[in-house]
């Protein structure tokens, strides 16, 4: 017999009063879990939808020049790149700190060249790349797979009048049409899309870059720090945010992290008073049980171990029940949330942290009735005869 | 030697000026291996005295001495240990634990023992084995019989040792045939050299004790 033995004892013969105490705690963390799998869920889910909602950080070359455009309209057609972005500029990204949270990078190389008599803009792109982050392009047509293939917005295809399977020279290479862009709505519709190497070779302008769309998310750091560490890395280029992507997405699902930390408290509230209460009730219950135990020579502290081993003990289960339930719960939840539930899996830290969190409360919550059951005194207890 | 030396203790209960005196001034002297019964009516104050040697109850005036240690000179938790080293308890209620079995019952007092595990056992099932509860070693107290929840408390009392066994009313709920079956026992105790303190109000239970002290209005009325 060892005093753990007794608080065993005493949870194993009294089941049915400590059911109540076991299914209130349970659902408690219960909540806790859901809460935190589906706001958890709803973080993930945005950061693996990310390429959808398009690039959100643009590098472009410093100018000295203040920019000389408004609203599309540009006053000058001249502005001068002091200094080049270059694709060994471009590679620097890989160290950032943050590199895990970038989806997508894109970079471009812009010319104007004259087909059939017009100036035309023609965009040097990588089509991975460009394609993952611009899910929204149909291309009408097939993806370019040979150096010498173009891709061409829908806008131009109207105006020079091209379609799929068209020739057309290019700095004197001869190069075809494979596909043309549905309309985009954008600048895409007007641009003509090559492979970035070729445009580089054919403008003789190797290795250098116009600008680079990339797509981060970090839902754990703002979208500025990683904009900042990029600037590090690339300190002569300029690195701008595109704030409006999914800041608001973002905004919404952090509204409801914090409706979630609210209810959680309210919950774990609900479930340490369920304690209080149980073991409060508990030890005037038992003041004779106590009596005996002090007779027979029990410090205070003895007293104050059998108590609070028994909430540890309760709580245990209730912390195993309430993260298996909660996981569960939370995986049903998304789906009717429509948020993708995939993310929601056993994880055994989040179990760890939901029996952690019910030992925690309950051995808090005990603490109380348990100091008052040791400080009860013997004779008082005995004499209740 | 005197193993108890009871010096001029009260007990004054009571709060809001209703002050009622349970025990006013007792002396005494218990020496080892006597079993001495305390005779009285309810109120006489023969409870409170044994609570008090017990060093359950702090006297309102007095000491109260046990093997030369003024026990109400310790502070609580030295008291619980002198409780747990020198007492064991034998109440008039059984006061089993009822979610314990009877061997666990019979084990409390081990538990904050260092004791292994093995001897902790072999100790209770043959203290079980002398109050003749062995073959019941796995029940609960309310599937016994009053006299049967008596032994087991008797054996849990025993188990430890103690130089001093007290005894409120152990035959106040029992039949006739049961009681003398536990004062049996308890004489049987006696004749191996236990001490123990009896608190009694039936005359039967008197030729069993080698000294008796009536109590009357918490005053010793009569020494025999």
Redesign the interface.
């Known amino acids: ?3 753990y ?2 608080s065993l ?2 949870i ?3 089941k049915s009063r400590l059911l109540f105490l076991l299914i209130g705690l349970t659902i408690a963390i219960s909540t806790v879990i859901i809460l935190i799998q589906i706001s958890d869920a709803m973080n993930k889910d945005i950061a693996t939808k990310l390429d959808e909602f398009g690039a959100n950080i643009l590098v472009v070359p410093q100018r000295d020049e203040l920019s000389l455009s408004y609203g599309g309209i540009s006053l000058s057609g001249v502005s001068v790149e002091t200094k080049p972005l270059t694709e060994a500029q471009l590679k620097k990204i890989t160290h950032i700190k943050n590199y895990k949270n970038i989806a997508a990078i894109a970079p471009k190389l812009l010319e104007t060249t004259r087909i059939k008599e017009r100036n035309v803009l023609i965009a040097g792109i990588d089509f991975d790349s460009e394609l993952k982050l611009k899910k929204w392009w149909k291309l009408s047509g097939k993806k370019p797979r040979l150096d010498s293939e173009l891709v061409v917005g829908n806008e131009v295809a109207k105006k020079l009048n091209i379609i799929s399977g068209d020739e057309l020279n290019i700095k004197n290479m001869r190069m075809k049409v494979v596909g043309v862009l549905a309309e985009t709505g954008s600048q895409d519709d007007e641009i003509i899309f090559a492979d970035l190497k070729i445009v580089q070779n054919l403008f003789d302008r190797k290795e250098q870059l116009s600008l680079v769309e990339i797509s981060a998310l970090c839902y754990d750091c703002p979208i500025e720090e990683i904009v900042a560490q990029i600037g590090n890395q690339m300190p002569t280029a300029k690195v701008m945010a595109i704030r409006e992507t999914i800041q608001s997405k973002m905004a919404a699902i952090s509204q409801f992290e914090n409706f979630s930390y609210g209810i959680s408290l309210v919950m774990l509230l609900v479930g340490g008073l369920i304690v209080f209460t149980t073991f409060s009730a508990s030890v005037n219950e038992r003041k ?2 106590i ?10 502290k ?1 007293i104050l171990q059998i108590i609070i081993t028994e909430a540890v003990i309760i709580s245990l289960f209730a912390g195993i029940l309430g993260y298996v339930s909660g996981l569960v719960l939370a995986k049903n939840i998304a789906g009717y949330l429509a948020v993708n539930s995939t993310s929601i899996t056993v994880d055994i830290n989040m179990l760890l942290s939901s029996l952690l969190l019910s030992i925690v409360l309950s051995g808090a919550a005990s603490l109380y009735p348990a100091i008052k059951a040791a400080n009860l005194d ?2 008082e207890a ?1 004499r209740t ?1 | 030697m005197a193993l108890i030396e009871i010096e001029n203790i009260e007990k004054h209960y009571g709060k809001n000026g209703t002050n009622v005196k349970a025990v006013s001034g007792i002396s005494t002297e218990i020496t080892f291996g006597e079993f001495i019964a305390v005779l009285g009516h309810s109120g006489s104050g023969k409870s409170t005295l044994l609570t008090m040697i017990g060093g359950l109850n702090h006297p309102t005036r007095g000491n109260i001495r046990v093997d030369d240690l003024d026990i109400y000179a310790l502070n609580p938790e030295q008291r619980a240990d002198f409780r747990k080293e020198y007492i064991g308890f034998v109440f008039q209620a059984f006061y089993l634990i009822p979610y314990l079995t009877v061997l666990e019952n019979v084990l409390i007092p081990f538990a904050i023992s260092d004791l292994s595990a093995a001897k902790r056992n072999s100790r209770a099932m043959q203290i079980l084995e002398k109050v003749g509860m062995a073959d019941k070693a796995d029940r609960l107290p309310d599937e016994l019989s009053g006299g049967e929840q008596e032994r087991v408390a008797i054996a849990r009392a025993l188990v430890n040792e103690p130089p001093i066994i007290l005894a409120d009313e152990p035959t106040g709920n029992l039949d006739s045939v049961t009681s003398a079956g536990i004062m049996q026992l308890f004489a049987d105790l006696h004749r191996e050299g236990q001490t123990i303190i009896m608190v009694t109000h039936n005359q039967e239970n008197l030729k069993y004790a080698s000294r008796t002290i009536s109590m009357k209005d918490g005053r010793i009325d009569q020494l025999n």
């Open positions: 017999m060892k005093l033995q007794i004892s005493s194993k013969r009294r004779k049980e009596g005996i135990f002090r007779s027979i020579g029990f410090r205070k003895n013997p004779t005995i005869l």
